[in-house]
Structure formats: C-alpha cells, structure tokens
Nanobody
C-alpha cells in the first residue's frame, strides 16, 4: 500500500485546513489509519487515528480535529479547525494493524506517506 498525503499549507491562527491521505496499490478499508506530526527539532507525535470505525485523538487536538474515512474514495481525511501556531508541523499519514494499546505508537504502523507541511501563523 502506498500512501499520499496532501492538503497542507499556510493558514492564520484560528483557521482551518483539511488534509487527505490517499491509498494506492491496495484497499485502505481494512487498515487502521493514523495521522502523526513532526515539528522541527521534535519527535514525531500521534495526532489521531481511525480504527474499526472508532476514532481516537491526542488531547492536544481533541475537539478541534476530526478524522474520517471515505471508503469509496479510498481516502482518510483530517479536518483541522481552530488551528494554533503550535500545530505547525509536517503531517504524516500512516496505515497498519495495531492493537488498541499501540495506536499512538509510530512503530505500530508499517506504511507511511511522504508528509505535508502545515504552517500556522500567529
């Protein structure tokens, strides 16, 4: 499975962006799909995941970000609202079959997209 992330850009604080992760070379629907982000000089961190129809979020984005799946289009989206400067990072989508206790771990995902830059200005 190959993943392609898109939708990043520059936005002012309080604005919104919608990221998309498209899969090719296989069906997406049987995988858990997650978004991670990596700010400059920091480790990659968990943002959100969708697993077996349920969604999970890091506390830092809960209530502002929404992850969803479009099975017909073989894509997963991340709607990001009320963006803050601290949301600035490269965002990566990932796919895998993690057990529930590992859904926020980068090592639980075997497939990764190339990343898309999100920059939030203050």
């Amino acid at each position: 499975v190959q993943l392609q992330a898109s939708g990043g850009g520059l936005v002012q604080a309080g604005g919104s962006l919608r990221l998309s992760c498209a899969a090719s070379g296989g069906t997406f629907n049987s995988y858990t799909v997650a978004w991670f982000r990596q700010a400059a000089g920091k480790e990659r961190e968990f943002v959100a995941t969708i697993r077996m129809g349920r969604t999970y979020y890091d506390d830092s984005v809960k209530g502002r970000f929404t992850i969803s799946r479009d099975g017909a289009k073989n894509t997963v989206q991340l709607q990001m609202n009320s963006l803050k400067p601290e949301d600035t990072a490269v965002y990566y989508c990932a796919a895998g079959r993690p057990i529930l206790s590992t859904i926020s771990s980068t090592s639980a995902y075997g497939y990764w997209g190339q990343g898309t830059q999100v920059t939030v200005s203050s």
